[in-house]
T-cell receptor
């Protein structure tokens, strides 16, 4: 089946630094990928939709200059948290949809970001 | 805007028993898709079952089945013969046709005990 690889699974960084999270579709092409944020014991909140070859579409309230998204190829999207602060600490999850149109979404295993 | 409501924050069931998780949603759309996702302690999101709104027949996947009531905007998940491995957070999700956005409910934590 479709597999989405997300790295790193855990990362700790210092305040003010930037962190890059990668999301790769391993055995299918994904023109669209999605980035979610999940706070402890809460639901997934969509942050942005990543479109291959074009700018990402951000949800209301998400700072596009803080959460930089790049979707340079049909199999890779990256999320960079710039100038991270402790309040950015969270669980970030990506997902990708196969272009076959069967509306099957595959999720990455998530990245736990801790900003100290 | 569409909303998804899961009114049961936590549920528990004994192994081999049946449990039903509730989900309601609000939309003015006629064509859409509904999903149940499972998130075990590993945090990996796993698709459990999917329902197209235009289909009257309830979707089933082995021990998992749904009761889709379109008029009532209800989409409950029934887990039969519960297994310890079913212990997880379960999220109901909605997607409008012709969009790619999944809207998740707040989740139900299911504990299956021996």
């Amino acid at each position: 089946g479709a597999v989405v690889s997300q790295h790193p699974s855990r990362v700790i960084c210092k305040s003010g630094t930037s962190v890059k999270i990668e999301c790769r579709s391993l055995d299918f092409q994904a023109t669209t990928m999605f980035w979610y944020r999940q706070f402890p014991k809460q639901s997934l909140m969509l942050m942005a939709t990543s479109n291959e070859g074009s700018k990402a579409t951000y949800e209301q309230g998400v700072e596009k200059d803080k959460f930089l998204i790049n979707h340079a190829s049909l199999t890779l999207s990256t999320l960079t948290v710039t100038s991270a602060h402790p309040e950015d600490s969270s669980f970030y999850i990506c997902s990708a949809r196969e272009s076959s149109g069967n509306y099957g979404y595959t999720f990455g295993s998530g990245t736990r970001l801790t900003v100290v | 805007a569409q909303t998804v409501t899961q009114s049961q924050p936590e549920m528990s069931v004994q192994e081999a028993e049946t449990v039903t998780l509730s989900c309601t949603y609000d939309t003015s759309e006629n064509n859409y898709y509904l999903f149940w996702y499972k998130q075990p302690p590993s945090r990996q999101m796993i698709l459990v079952i999917r329902q197209e709104a235009y289909k009257q027949q309830n979707a089933t996947e082995n021990r998992f089945s749904v009761n889709f009531q379109k008029a009532a905007k209800s989409f409950s998940l029934k887990i039969s013969d519960s297994q310890l491995g079913d212990t997880a957070m379960y999220f109901c999700a909605f997607m409008k046709q012709d969009t790619d956005k999944l809207i998740f409910g707040t989740g139900t934590r299911l504990q299956v005990f021996p």
